[in-house]
């Protein structure tokens, strides 16, 4: 499946749009990432800890808007976006990565 964020895809023709797909992922932040993570940002250190949740977030997210293209006939999904989000707690507990995009069909 190819996924991009932009609108077309070059050099090739779209023949089919089969219109909007989601794929959303909710990640709880372990308490002792948490903790640790805000010793790091006191300190300057980078993140790792939050880092690797959003990995895993995006992918998750990213497999989910896949599969529903898949299941439309799509080959492609196009004018991708992936918005982070920080849910909840001081130091956020929770992690949603939502991603959308336009599944299409191209020859």
Do not use: C, Q, W
């Not at 023709?13 to 940002?41: C, H, M």
């Amino acid at each position: 499946m190819l996924v991009l964020t932009t609108p077309n895809i070059e050099g090739k023709k779209i023949s089919t749009y089969y219109g909007l797909v989601t794929g959303e992922a909710l990640l709880g932040a372990n308490v002792y990432k948490d903790l640790f993570s805000g010793v790091r940002d006191v300190v300057g250190g980078r993140t790792s800890a939050y880092e690797e949740e959003l990995k895993k977030a995006r992918s998750i997210a990213l497999e989910s808007m896949e599969e529903k293209a898949k299941k439309k006939g799509a080959n492609a999904v196009i004018g991708v976006k992936i918005i982070y989000h920080n849910l909840g707690g001081t130091m956020g507990n929770t992690i949603m990565v939502s991603v959308s995009g336009t599944a299409v069909h191209y020859d």
